[in-house]
């Protein structure tokens, strides 16, 4: 396990912004409780509550990785209009204990599905 820290930093905030999830035009996800994960140089990524999830509309799959920061996820595949989207999100059930706020959580592909900010 490695910390955050100034050679790679990791901040976790609210985003008070609608975040809508589709793919193929069904909606996956639509929440106003995302959390916005900025890593080191990585693009931001918006972690959905589970609770405002179509959970019925996803399948876990076998995939696993590692992340020497975050943990260990688990990945899930979106049915949507009869299309299986292969591990189009990942999740971190049991994140180490600096990452504890994104447990509960999933993170979506932006070049899998649809991720929106709605008025």
């Not at 490695?2 to 985003?15: C, E, M, R, S, V």
């Not at 990452?99 to 959580?105: C, L, P, V």
Request: glycine share 4%; proline share 8%.
């Amino acid at each position: 396990m490695k910390l955050p820290g100034p050679d790679h930093p990791i901040t976790i905030t609210a985003n008070p912004k609608r975040i809508r999830v589709t793919a193929d035009g069904v909606v996956i996800a639509d929440t106003t409780h995302a959390l916005t994960l900025k890593e080191a140089s990585y693009p931001a990524v918006q972690y959905v509550p589970r609770s405002d999830a179509n959970m019925a509309l996803l399948k876990r799959t076998d995939r696993t990785t590692h992340c020497p920061y975050k943990g260990d996820a688990s990945y899930f595949s979106v049915l949507a209009n009869g299309k299986t989207i292969e591990n189009s999100i990942w999740t971190y059930e049991t994140p180490f204990p600096a990452m504890t706020e994104i447990s509960g959580h999933l993170a979506f592909y932006p070049d899998k599905v649809k991720i929106e900010e709605v008025a």
